[in-house]
């Protein structure tokens, strides 16, 4: 909840200080947020290049931008990532090169092997995309954390010089003290490398201090629940209550006997739902396409389809497949004959 994030005196008053390090906690804490946020992120780059895909062993380290371009002098490509809602501030996230080259030529339909290392508008266009969809799945999970809604900026995308990143932001001076998150990025045969993101130092405290703050109140909340659920089991006994004045007599919960509700007969409420309306559909078949092959397509272009000719079409209700059948035409219309139905049990799984 917004209310249990901590004010910005609370915040002010634990950044004054001018130490270089964060804690061990704080360390701890902005691990966390990068092994689920970008372990969500991970998920949705295996499904875009159709190749597994990992983000782990997050390491957290303090350092200033001065360091940092010692430690990296080479061009790289970056992500600018924009906080919009929730939480404010910026990021940078950082791929070399040759791992980037190889995203993009995965996005763009090639198998990797033997990328393009010019990176031009079309493969910066194509990691963009990879980067916004992993960056939202990440704030997706940072929203369930914080237990708030965070919500980020299309990440800005361009081949970056470390010594003019003053230009990209202006969090990231040569004398800006920062949080660098290094990510081991692994893509299925063909990348074992790392990534970084890379925090302004006081906009990561502020990340890991509420998210301590946060599992703190949690940690609160349980206890006190296990406190509660142990009065209740307790024997009839005085004790003295904080604040009461005097002893109270604790008593032991007491449940009434539980009766079976009737079961309806026949059609019950179900004639309340006859005139709801539901869309029904019938899918020939479907396919995976890239990127690149979509843009190929023109008028004339031929999609296969994952379904033989002569198969059975699928009949979905919302969505949900419950029967199959065979189109038929209808004077000058498409129809769909039904010759099977999914049994009410297939029809519960499809539902959940």
């Known amino acids: 909840m917004a209310s249990e994030m901590l004010s910005q005196e609370e915040i002010d008053a634990l ?11 704080e360390e701890d804490a902005l691990g966390e947020i990068g092994n689920i946020a970008f372990g969500s ?38 992500a600018e990532v924009d906080y919009l809602t929730g939480l404010k501030g910026s990021n940078l996230l950082l791929v070399e090169i040759p791992d980037a080259a190889i995203i993009a030529d995965l996005m763009l339909g090639g198998d990797g092997i033997d990328p393009k290392m010019k990176l031009g508008e079309m493969e910066l ?40 990143a003053e230009q990209v932001n202006e969090h990231f001076s040569e004398d800006s003290k920062i949080v660098r998150i290094h990510f081991r990025l692994i893509i299925e045969g063909l990348v074992n490398s790392k990534i970084m993101l890379i925090i ?20 609160d909340e349980e206890a006190l629940r296990q406190a509660q659920v142990a009065a ?34 026949g059609g019950g409420n179900l ?36 379904r033989l000719a002569g198969e ?7 969505g949900k497949l419950i029967a199959k059948g065979e189109v038929v035409v209808i004077d000058e219309n498409f129809g769909v004959k ?8 297939e029809r519960v799984n499809n539902l959940q």
């Open 15 to 25: 950044l004054k200080d001018d130490s270089t390090e964060i804690t061990p906690a």
């Open 41 to 78: 992120g991970s998920t949705a780059l295996s499904l875009l290049l159709n190749r597994r895909v990992e983000l782990n062993t997050p390491t957290v380290d303090v350092t200033n931008m001065k360091q940092l371009i010692a430690d990296h002098p080479t061009l790289c490509v970056c």
């Open 125 to 164: 266009s194509a990691i963009g995309e990879a980067m916004n969809q992993m960056i939202g799945k990440a704030s997706t999970a940072m929203s369930s954390m914080f237990d708030m809604r965070v919500e980020i900026a299309p990440p800005k995308t361009s081949i970056l010089d470390l010594n003019d």
């Open 200 to 219: 302004p130092y006081g906009f990561a405290r502020e990340m890991a201090l509420n998210l301590i703050k946060k599992g703190s109140d949690g940690r």
């Open 232 to 265: 209740t089991s307790m024997p009839e006994t005085a004790g003295s209550m904080p604040g009461g004045g005097g002893p109270q007599t604790v008593q032991p919960v007491q449940f009434g006997p539980i009766t079976p509700s009737p079961v309806p007969r």
């Open 271 to 306: 004639n309340l739902l006859l005139d709801v309306p539901l869309q029904v559909s019938v899918e020939l078949g479907n396919t995976r396409m890239k990127i690149k092959e979509i843009l190929d397509l023109g008028i004339g272009s031929v999609i296969e389809l994952d």
């Open 312 to 318: 059975p079409v699928d009949i979905l209700v919302n």
């Open 338 to 345: 039904i010759t099977d139905i999914v049994s009410p049990l």
